[in-house]
T-cell receptor, first 117, second 113 residues
Framework: NAGVTQTPKFQVLKTGQSMTLQCAQDMNHEYMSWYRQDPGMGLRLIHYSVGAGITDQGEVPNGYNVSRSTTEDFPLRLLSAAPSQTSVYFC????????????????FGAGSRLTVL | AQTVTQSQPEMSVQEAETVTLSCTYDTSESDYYLFWYKQPPSRQMILVIRQEAYKQQNATENRFSVNFQKAAKSFSLKISDSQLGDAAMYFCAYRRTGNQFYFGTGTSLTVIP
């Protein structure tokens, strides 16, 4: 299995440009989420979803949009990139529920490094 | 609000020795999960160990074990017989009801040959 696949791995944007970070998982996980990782700040939750058609905000949602039209895909959109969005982004997924195999354990993608000039 | 605190930004250990990484968390919930993730220079996040709060027994995975003190809201990671491949950033994480995860700021572990 491929697990969680993120694309692109690296991206450079100019301020004001838009882009979409793609995330796909092939484990039939209900839960998907996006984090950003900044030096000295750990991983912070941006948005998450507990199933197709359901999304919610995390700790730092401003400037980001998400949608969940299928179980497999959870893209993260930057509508107007700002230098403050320079970061490493991780997509992660898991099953949900007690007694479900792999439940409550996040599986991460390889990360996407985004630089906004 | 849930917060996770890792008070040691950097730690070092001699190869084959034991090191303990600290983590404290704040919560008002009684049922939750705690995790330690490892991030080597490759940037990939790798699960090291997890602990269910309702279990009193400390989790163990080979050379990795935890000291879970629920009343003190403390969750430390002990690495025994440290190896060069253990060098990485280690993140403590808390999972609350609703499957939201909160991460600490990380501890960078150096293993000295």
């Amino acid at each position: 299995n491929a697990g969680v696949t993120q694309t692109p791995k690296f991206q450079v944007l100019k301020t004001g440009q838009s882009m979409t970070l793609q995330c796909a998982q092939d484990m039939n996980h209900e839960y998907m989420s996006w984090y950003r990782q900044d030096p000295g700040m750990g991983l912070r939750l941006i948005h998450y979803s507990v199933g197709a058609g359901i999304t919610d905000q995390g700790e730092v949602p401003n400037g980001y949009n998400v949608s969940r039209s299928t179980t497999e895909d959870f893209p993260l959109r930057l509508l107007s990139a700002a230098p403050s969005q320079t970061s490493v982004y991780f997509c992660a997924s898991s099953n949900i529920g007690q007694g479900v195999s792999g439940a409550n354990v996040l599986t991460f993608g390889a990360g996407s490094r985004l630089t906004v000039l | 609000a849930q917060t996770v605190t890792q008070s040691q930004p950097e730690m070092s250990v001699q190869e084959a020795e034991t090191v303990t990484l600290s983590c404290t968390y704040d919560t008002s919930e009684s049922d939750y999960y705690l995790f330690w993730y490892k991030q080597p220079p490759s940037r990939q996040m790798i699960l090291v160990i997890r602990q269910e709060a309702y279990k009193q027994q400390n989790a163990t995975e080979n050379r990795f074990s935890v000291n879970f003190q629920k009343a003190a809201k403390s969750f430390s990671l002990k690495i025994s017989d440290s190896q060069l491949g253990d060098a990485a950033m280690y993140f403590c994480a808390y999972r609350r009801t609703g499957n939201q995860f909160y991460f600490g700021t990380g501890t960078s572990l150096t293993v000295i040959p």
